[in-house]
C-alpha cells in the first residue's frame, strides 16, 4: 500500500457516531462502497432558507468522490456554485443511500423493525468545472444505472454540456448502518402464537421495455442481456 | 362532502413549487397518499449545528398526518419535543418518500433518466403526547408494513412505551413528482443504433424466513400469506 492510499475504513467524526443504534453502525470502506454502488437513487439534503430540504436524485461514485448532476437552473445546484449566482463556497449537504432488505415481523410491536443497509456522507458540494472531471462524471452518472452503457450512447453535445451542473461530494465524513437478520424477541414472549421472521424484500429488473420508435433491427446489448 | 373535508389537491406553496420540471410536479392528494402508501422508509431530512441531516426511518400514514418514531434518546425526535430537551417548538422538517419505477435509457447520454414517484413534505414534526394518539400511531407504523399485523402481536408494555417516542407531521404543504414513459430523444437521435427504452424495477417479497426459534404449530397468518 502506498502511503497515501486510504485506509481500510472511514475515521468516525462527532456526526458520524449515531446517537442511538451503535452497535449497528460501520465505517467499513469496501462496505460502504458496495452500498454505494448498489444504488440509483441518493437523498440529497441541504438547507435552504434555513429549512431543510430533502430531493432524490441520481448518483454516481468514482473512488472516493460522489457525483450529482441536474440542470444549471436547479435552485441547490446554483448555491453548490453555478454559474448563475452560487457563492463559489459550495453548499453544505448530507447525502443518504439506503436499502430496504425485509421487514422483520416480531411477536411485539415493540421489536418490529427492517432489515436495511443504509450510508449516510456528510460534507460539502462543489461544482465540477473542469471538462476532464465533468466528463468523467456524466458517463459515471450513466454508467451506475447500467454498467457499460455511457460507451453505447451519444455524448453530450456542447448545448447539453453548458445545460448541465455537475457537483461533486467527497467521501470523508461518511458511516453506514446495517441490520440483517430475524426478530429480536423477549424471551418471555417467544410462546406466543405469533408468527415471526422476516419478510424479504428484493429488487428486481425487467422485462426490458423497447422504446416506441426502436427501429426492429436494433439488438438488445450484452450489458442488458444480464438483467 | 362536509364543509370541513380537504379538497382533492393540496396547495401549492412557494417551496413545493420546483424549481425545474415543473410540469412532473403534482398535488393531487389521492396520489399523494398511494404513493405514501406503498412505502416503508422515507427519508427524513432536518437541521443540526447548521448543518443538514438525511436519516432513513419508517414511517406511517393516518389520514393528513404521518407518523415516525424511535428512541426517545435519539437527537432528532428529542428536538421535536421529546421530554429529554426538547424546546417544545417542534423541529423543521423535510420528509421524503421515492419509488423507482424504472432506468430510462435513451440514445443520448443527457436523456438517460429514470421512473420514479416521490413526495416531499415540508412542515414541523412535532412530538405526540396523547396516549390515544401514540397508541394509534405506534398500530399504524406496525400495519404500514404489512397491514393486519398490529392486531397479531403483543402490544407495548408501559415500559416500552415509554422508551419510544412518536412524532407527527401534518400533511399540508406536500408535493409529488413522477415520471413515466420511455425515453424522451432528440428527433436527430432516432437513427442512431443503441438500444432505447425502459429497464423497469421493481419491489418483490418472499419467500418467508420464519424466526430461528418459532414454534413449527405456529402457521402463517392470512395477513401474510398474499406476499
Not at 431543510?52 to 440542470?71: C, D, F, I, M
Not at 426490458?208 to 420508435?213: Q, T
Request: with cysteine; aromatic share 6%; glycine share 10%.
Amino acid at each position: 500500500m502506498s502511503a497515501t492510499a486510504p485506509g481500510s475504513a472511514y475515521a468516525p467524526t462527532e456526526r458520524t457516531i449515531p446517537s442511538r443504534g451503535r452497535k449497528r453502525a460501520t465505517y467499513d470502506r469496501a462496505l460502504v462502497h458496495a452500498i454505494l454502488d448498489e444504488g440509483y437513487v441518493c437523498h440529497l439534503g441541504f438547507v435552504r432558507d434555513g429549512a431543510p430540504v430533502v430531493l432524490p436524485t441520481l448518483y454516481a461514485r468514482v473512488g472516493e468522490r460522489l457525483y450529482v448532476h441536474g440542470s444549471t437552473g436547479s435552485r441547490p445546484l446554483r448555491a453548490a456554485g453555478g454559474p448563475d449566482g452560487g457563492s463559489g463556497d459550495g453548499l453544505p449537504v448530507c447525502l443518504t443511500v439506503t436499502h430496504l432488505d425485509g421487514l422483520v415481523l416480531a411477536r411485539s410491536a415493540f421489536h418490529h423493525s427492517v432489515n436495511y443497509r443504509s450510508v449516510v456522507v456528510h460534507g460539502t458540494a462543489r461544482e465540477v468545472t473542469g471538462p476532464a472531471e465533468r466528463a468523467a462524471a456524466l458517463d459515471a452518472l450513466v454508467d451506475q444505472a447500467v454498467p457499460g452503457r455511457s460507451a453505447d450512447t451519444r455524448p453530450p453535445s456542447a448545448r447539453e454540456l453548458a445545460a448541465t451542473a455537475v457537483v461533486a461530494l467527497d467521501l470523508a465524513e461518511v458511516s453506514a448502518k446495517v441490520r440483517t437478520g430475524g426478530p429480536n424477541d423477549e424471551p418471555e414472549d417467544l410462546g406466543l402464537p405469533h408468527w415471526s421472521g422476516v419478510l424479504p424484500v428484493r429488487r428486481t429488473f425487467g422485462p426490458l421495455v423497447p422504446a416506441d420508435d426502436l427501429a426492429p433491427d436494433v439488438a438488445v446489448p450484452d450489458y442488458l442481456a444480464a438483467f
